[in-house]
């Protein structure tokens, strides 16, 4: 290569935790990869942490450091900023006074782009800069470019994905290895996967998030994390791992949007005239012919549905420094590479979301049950008074232990949480046991 045509490209790093050092140090170890690439020498020339004098799993050189990241983000000789502090403050007013100050930004901050889409690509689109975002969904899975880039002409229909690696682990370990929820949580944070508060995972925010930004990105309309309905994982016991796996399911935590509504006759890549949005992330029993069935311990998928392409499924490692690192890699070489602002600087028009009390599903439903005689006929009744049809129904134990199981024909979700209402309330019915979504069974 002609080092006369080289081009310095000076990169900022907001924060040296797991991500930040991995990235830091993916960077220098692909410098003549970036160079051969891109035509440009990448440098991180400022790095910004809370404490100068912690050691780091990476050696950074002491100059390079600062403990004020508005000394990273008012250089002006820097070209792009990388962030990896996470949450919403100070990371909002970081990453809105780079893109003011001229910098494109990289971000893996999830939580912020969940909430903030708008607001901080209406300043990337004003300053003519680049905002982009591929590791705040599936760390290296490239998820994001594919929506905006190689399916950038196709009309998504249906995103469903495994978005969280944590919760992944846990339900695994529960199907595999018959471990309580409270026992393959613990093994989770033994290894790191789950954090000592795992609320965000465990509770569907994380996977909310997330969801958020691949509705958002896959059907160009603003979807924000409080338009997500949300159920975490809590509730699954070990019961229900044994009718999944007996029954041909295998249980995930899953993250679902799609476009609902009027059909529309053109092939646009945005959602038709008059239809709306769902989105909803829940564990489910999803059926074991369906590929996501397989996706196993700390592993993220997304299965993407188009009217043209069909199905297609990307899967990889959706977490952890170096994975996350090295989509933030990729964003900040394509930074380099492209001379205007990506698909993703776009405004979108905020999304009409469809109720989730509107949408069909099949469900499980396990009731703790009196043993005797008219149970049966007394919890049919109430299937029947709103309009919910049995597909199967099975008893599991007797006397005490006696245990219902239901699955349903499709059903509408707000018919079925009266039906659950009711339930609750018959005097033969000691308590509702578990209620899960059936996907993937059609």
Known sequence: MNTSSRKVVSVGLLGCGTVGASFFRLMEESRAQILETTGAEL???????????????????????CDDPMDVVGDDSIDIVVECIGGINPALELISASLEGKKSVVTANKELLARHWNQLHDKAAANKVQLFCEAAVGG????????????AGEKIRRVTGILNGTTNYILTKMSEESLAYEDALREAQDLGFAEADPTADVGGHDAASKLAILASTAFHSEVKADDVFCEG??????????????????IKLLAVAETLGPNDSDDLPTAAAGQKIAVRVYPAMVSLTHPLASVRLSFNACFLEGAASGELMLYGRGAGGLPTASAILGDVMTAVSCASPAISSALLKRAEIYPVGKLENKYYISLYVSDQSGVL??????FAKNKVSIRSMEQIGMFDEARLVFITHLANEDNMQRTLSELGSLTCVEKVGSFLRVYGDE
């Open 140 to 151: 290296a899975i490239p998820v994001v470019r594919a929506l905006e880039v190689s399916l």
């Open 377 to 382: 006929a007394e919890v049919a009744e109430v």
């Open 43 to 65: 440098s991180i020339t400022k790095v910004a942490v809370k404490d100068k004098n912690k050691q780091r799993s990476v050696y950074i050189p002491p100059e390079l450091i």
């Open 233 to 250: 994982i809590e509730k699954v016991t070990a019961a229900d791992m044994d009718f999944a796996k007996r029954s041909g399911y295998s």
